[in-house]
């Protein structure tokens, strides 16, 4: 069952296992009011038993039975019973009575009187069989009185009973159920007081909520939306600056553009104009890259593509990479290397952004190193982990800069070359959505640069990912 509202959730569990009680005491009540009202029956049977019993006497003789009216007028208690008796010699000569009032099945004559119950004109009766012996008449005696009543008076005395019982339980469920739901509203009244401290629209919605008055249960859902409040709230901070940043960054180049448009319109001399045109060329180039960066880290981040678990094999996605750079690798005479140490390396990703991330990696190591150096890409195998590295000999980053170089739009101008600031941030993103490290060290040698990417990995090569 689905209940949606936690008053009646609570209500229902409460009240239900309750209710279940009562029912189990109304039921017991019934059997011990059914037990009184069969005790009082009996007590009533056997009395008028012996007192027709002890009137019983012999004259000349012959059994004389008199029924006393006080036996028969106690069973008088307003409710109409009828009652049915016989009295019988030993040998079951009918001395007074009904001639077939049922008897007790088997019934030996005994000292003690046999209650039983049965039906007589299709009445169901309470009966008593009691066997007395007669002074006087041994040949005869004992006799056995048979006396039953109708159910009645029997059955009133369980109502009656089982009614003041029943009234009893009615008004504790009821009087429980008053109080559970004062005693609802009074402990839910914090948990109201935080809906409505949530809702309030002349908050700021990502100010904290207070965590002072609120009960320990509560505190940690509190002090969790508080806590999602602060990232939430850091997270629009720094989506604030890169838009601000962003703006400033696109505005340079623009303004670079446009100065340079209306420097090639003013040039006279073809050979000037020419020249003019390749610069604005260029810059524009370099403008398109910048906002395909842009692009590409926007959708690194997190939240911004749904997240892809493809089968990717690195190392193959890394040589295609190299294939593409080669050119600019020959023109710059640099060594543009490929090693793989570990033939498993398949690993579970976002294949397009993985690949961004080695072309960032690659671009950045040919950028940064000079004419003639050398590059080298490896893929190997750390424990849980597939391990790419790209090493270069260039100038390296400086040790003050490496934790800044992941900023976006951060440069370490230095170094030269041109570019958006923007390369290793995307590298930062792609490599937290899978999950992995990635770090900067200079070689052994101190010279150039190495970026160690460490994802979680490989997986098996047909098992599903
Ligand atoms: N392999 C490298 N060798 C030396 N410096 C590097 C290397 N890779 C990155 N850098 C430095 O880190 C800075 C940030 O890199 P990146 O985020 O890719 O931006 P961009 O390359 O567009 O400048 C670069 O400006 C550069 O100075
Ligand atoms: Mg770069």
Redesign the pocket.
Known sequence: MKIESLRTHLLFWLLAPLAGVVLVNVFSSYLAASNTADMVTDRTLLASATTIAEEISVIDGVIDVQIPPAAIEMFNTGHGDLVFYSVRTRNGQLLAGYPDVPAPNPHEPGAHPVFYEGAYRQRPLHLVALTHPIIGAPEESPVTVLIGQTLNSHDELIIDLLRGSIEQQVILLAVAAALVLIGFSRGLAPLMRLRDAVLDDKRDALAPLPTTSVQTELRPLVEALNEYKRRVRAQMDAQRRFIANAAHQIKTPLTLLMTQAAFAERAKAAGERKEALSALQNSARQFAH?VN?LLTLSRAEPGARRPRHERVDLAETARLVLEEFSGVALSREIDLGFEQAEEKTIIVGDETMLREMIV??V???L???PVGGSVLVSIGRQAEMCVLT?A?N????PPD?TPR??E????????????????????REVVAAAEGQVT?RPPPTGH??I?EVRIPGPVEENSGG
Request: charged letters at 15%; proline letters at 2%.
């Open positions: 910048m960066q960032n990696l671009d950045n190591a950028r940064y190193t790209v270069d260039g100038p390296g980053i800069e170089v992941f976006r739009f951060y440069r370490v101008l230095a170094n030269g070359g041109e570019g958006s600031g923007l390369g290793l941030a995307i590298v900067l150039g640069l970026v």
